[in-house]
């Protein structure tokens, strides 16, 4: 309880301290991270398709608040829904391959959605979606206003970990997780493990839809970076690097990334070239990533 | 202990049908072989079977055609007269039929109760409920604890399944399979790898669990189930070979030939 206290009052604190853009957009790829890994961690599939969740996601949050001058909340929920539905489509088609099959029919039809938006003229192509107003929440809240704008997103991301924490520490968490221990068994004990897996893969694309959504109000801009498979490589990097069995250890893995890309920015490619580093270094040496290694170590700790 | 391990509503009386299972030219063919070649299997009520023979004889493609984990190539499936050829493994679990594994079937990263609490945790309908605390499961705890009572590993209630010993995680697995109450049990070499008192324990809870249930059983070996089984079924390159009681099935020459002479051993 101690530590959470500790986050949260750090949280509340930082936009004082350190540029708030920066951190909105830490924060944002921290929920998409953590809704990511409810895949990756806690049910075990690698998805590399979801960018196109967190992509048009904000492509339609952007669209509905510019073109049809909806409020923010509308906006977000918009994107919500669309990710949502996206979610259930893909899952329906991937849900029945495994591992690596699993992978590349995500990417496939991630890819298809991403030269949909090339093409798309709601889209604007290149140029993407601009000059998107933030409007004022519930018509109250003007999120043109840096703090309020940061303690929205802030309050978005903090209600997203909590339904993947929720969702983990459930009884349907509980079946994900005999699920992801050994699928035959889970079978023969008369769950239909299928309807389980494409549940949670719904949940962690809304909850990616509702991470690229927010990032609209902060950037004011819906691009085709977001819906590039690059998105998607960078999202598995991000809670790899976390540590992937852990619900805080993504937005750990995103905080790191984010850092690296806004204050290395200099140095061009070189950053690439730091993320397979990372990347490398992660896969071989510290497999359980930043938080997984850290908690692995106050467990040794307590047990001499 | 027996009440806990009695069926409470696996029996069921009102059907007059004597065998549980029947499968009718059931086969099985992988790219021209046939795994499991027309073969009438037939089950009764209420007693423990068993499906032995040699490597290779198909009898544990036998047993995933039956409980669904393969679809067969041609035959029909019957469980209390129904057909279930066409269903799909969680459809037949739900309907009682219950099966174990050749490896230990485990949740290896959950405790012995949360191991049992999933097969426990379905009937209350909240499988699906990610927006509800897993406190709302420790109701299932009481149940859970009698369960690992009656297998004999209480003590292990709180210890991840993956440090058990292996006759302990098989006894987890039996009381996993017996938390959902099954009509008919059907082990994978339930006692493969095991040393001599663990197979003494574990034919001794076949026998316990047995009672007002049904149990099919695949063994390698004969001499193991001889005194547990009341019917045992040989089966041979795909085709049944000889059934009967262990007298009649360890006397014949043609199972003695299949065994090369190990039947006895």
Redesign the interface.
Known sequence: MMWIAAIAALALAAPYAVYPIFLMKALCFGLFAVAFNLLLGYTGLLSFGHAAFFGFAAYVTGHAMKEWGVTPELGILAGVAVAAAMGLVFGLLAIRRLGIYFAMVTLALAQMVYFYCLQAPFTHGEDGIQAIPRGKLFGVLPLDDMYVLYYVVLAIFAIGVW?VW??V???????L??IR??E??????????E??KL?AFV?SASLAGLAGATKTLVFQLASLTDVNWHTSGEVVLMTLLGGMGTVLGPVAGAFVITTIENYLADIGAWVTIIQGIIFVLVVTLFRRGIIGEALAFVERRRRQ | MSSTLAPVGGVNAGLTEDWIIRTQDLTKEFKGFFAVREVDLRVRRGTIHALIGPNGAGKTTCFNLI?K?LQPSKGRILYNGRDITRD????V??AGL????QIS??????TVL?NI???L??P?G?????????H??KVLDGRARELAAAVGIEEFSETPAVELSYGRKRALEIA?TLA?DPEMLLLDEPMAGMGREDIDRIAGLIRQVAKGRTVLMVEHNLAVVADLSDTITVLARGQILAEGDYHKVSGDPQVIEAYMGTAHA
């Open positions: 339904i929720r969702a520490h459930s009884p349907f968490g509980q079946v997780h005999a221990e050994n035959p068994r889970a079978v023969s004990l008369g769950y239909k493990t309807r389980f549940a949940l | 409980t984990f799909d493994p969680a459809s679990a739900r219950v099966r174990s594994f079937a485990v949740f290896p990263h959950m949360e609490r999933v097969a945790q379905r209350l909240t499988a699906f409920h990610f927006w509800r605390s897993d709302s499961l996993t959902l």
